[in-house]
């Protein structure tokens, strides 16, 4: 098995696109740039912030959210005020994801308790890599019994982790929003302060990590 | 005979050989704490109720008010330790509160949510601690345990009078141990009560499982900081 060449490799984001309606991007450029992504995680923090309802509306008036799973654009596109990053770092195109943002953003903030300190996927640290990969693939009930067992290896395939790591153990974070998820209303608080300027802050009666 | 002392500057009367962590609490000031039970002895094992006393910082569990005493709790260095004992017990254990049956009922917890923590400043141990089922009423979650002493002091068998919860080892391994024989005399009631008194969810009471919704569980329904403040056994 060989890595595919680059020339073979055709990357989503270098397609071609149709172009954006001019208004619509120039009342986007005025905007506070936010960027997001979820690594090992489970998606549920990015629905919490679709929680806040008709409050997202009240946001988007103040931000836009460039690269995100909802809007399927897969880079950062333009420097970005604030990432927003969900799960924890499990294997190498976590990491290199991680960085990316970090390098292309100026506030970081880890969201959820698996961003924070590995949440349920680090139930793995407990046990050695091999023994989970063993667990998962060849001594698995679920297994498909007509080949043999195989622990998935290819060079496209992102190796992973002998740990599940927190994001601050791999870049630098500037803020962090517990819970499994985190309610909306502590998202909205957060997003809300930073985007106009006040400092950051979970009151007690908000704060919660489950 | 009253005596006078100070608390963030606010000149406080108090009786004499009072505990301060209990002066500071009727008197509106809220100081964090894990091992502490208002009404019993004091264990001074968390430190957490750390305040500066004439600028020394001192367990407020474990100092008795004299005339003149200057004390602060609202202090930058006093409150940056007690936050990092309060962080390093989420990374000394395993911590993943919405498994735990715990959670909403926490000590740790909700001192967490009062000092506004969100994240450890220490590594993530993952420890890994084994688990106990064998006595009649209690699991053991001993990778939640805080090391707190309070089941080692304050449950003793009611007739023989000994001691049922013990540590063992030192350091990294020590933990918990039950006393299975003696604990299994307990009544139900008793031990719905130990495994309240334990601050983590480290004494799990079998059968209770995850009985409050979330919303309205016992810090949800009045926090912990005013449960303190109302003179309360948190
Ligand atoms: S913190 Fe909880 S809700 Fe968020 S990604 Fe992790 S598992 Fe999902
Ligand atoms: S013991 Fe407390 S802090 Fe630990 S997991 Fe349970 S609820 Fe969370
Ligand atoms: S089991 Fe609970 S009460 Fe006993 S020492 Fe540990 S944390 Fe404290």
């Known amino acids: 098995m060989s890595r595919r060449s680059e020339a073979d490799t055709t990357f989503a984001h270098d397609l071609p696109a149709t172009p954006m309606d001019p208004d619509a991007m120039a009342a986007r450029e005025d905007k506070i740039q936010v960027a997001m992504i979820a690594l090992c995680g489970c998606w549920g923090c990015t629905l919490s912030l679709l929680d806040m309802d008709e409050n997202l509306l009240a946001l ?35 990491i290199e994801t991680l960085e990316h943002f970090r390098e292309n953003c100026d506030v970081l903030i880890a969201v959820g308790a698996c961003a924070i300190w590995g949440g349920v996927p680090a139930m793995r640290n407990m046990t050695p890599l091999a023994g989970c990969l063993r667990e998962a693939y060849v001594d698995s009930v679920t297994r498909p019994l007509e080949q043999p067992p195989t622990i998935p290896y290819h060079p496209d395939i992102p ?19 517990p819970g499994c998820p985190p309610g909306a209303q502590v998202i909205r608080k957060v997003l809300d302060d930073l985007v106009n300027g006040r400092p950051f802050g979970i009151p007690a009666a908000i704060n919660r990590y489950d | 005979m009253s005596v006078y002392l100070t608390i ?13 962590i209990d002066v500071a609490a009727d008197n509106g000031v809220y100081i964090p704490s894990l091992c502490y039970m208002r009404g019993k002895p004091c264990l001074g094992t968390c430190r957490v109720c750390s305040v500066k006393v ?13 005339a003149g005493m200057e004390v602060a709790v609202d202090d930058a260095e006093a409150a940056d330790f007690r936050n990092a004992l309060v962080e390093i017990n989420f990374s000394e254990g395993n911590h993943n509160c919405p498994s735990c049956e715990k959670s909403g009922r926490c000590e740790l ?24 089922d064998a006595a009649r009423h209690f699991f053991l979650e001993r990778d939640r345990c805080i090391f707190c002493q309070r089941c080692v002091e304050f449950v003793r068998d009611e007739e023989t009078g000994r001691k049922i919860f013990s540590i063992d080892a030192r350091g990294w391994k020590a933990e918990i141990v039950i006393d299975v024989a003696l604990a299994d005399r307990m009544t139900g009631e008793r031990a719905a009560e130990v495994a309240e008194m334990c601050p983590v969810g480290c ?12 919303g309205k569980r016992k810090y949800e329904i009045k926090s912990l900081r005013q449960r303190v403040l109302d003179g309360e056994t948190a």
């Open chain 1, 60 to 94: 988007l008036q103040k931000v836009n959210i460039n690269r995100s799973s909802f809007t399927d654009i897969k880079k950062i596109p333009v420097r970005s005020a604030i990432g927003f990053v969900e799960g924890g770092v499990a294997n190498e195109e976590n």
């Open chain 1, 159 to 177: 190796r992973i982790t002998k740990q599940v790591y927190p994001l601050h153990e791999v870049v630098k974070i500037d803020y962090f929003i």
């Open chain 2, 8 to 20: 963030d500057g606010k000149t406080i009367e108090a009786a004499p050989g009072a505990t301060l």
């Open chain 2, 54 to 66: 004439n600028g020394n910082l001192m367990a407020a569990c474990t100092v008795k008010v004299a």
């Open chain 2, 109 to 132: 917890q909700a001192v967490g949510y009062e000092l506004g923590m969100v994240a450890s400043r220490f590594p993530y141990r993952f420890a890994k601690r084994s688990r106990e």
């Open chain 2, 203 to 214: 004494i799990i009471e079998k059968g209770r499982g995850y009985d409050d919704p979330i």
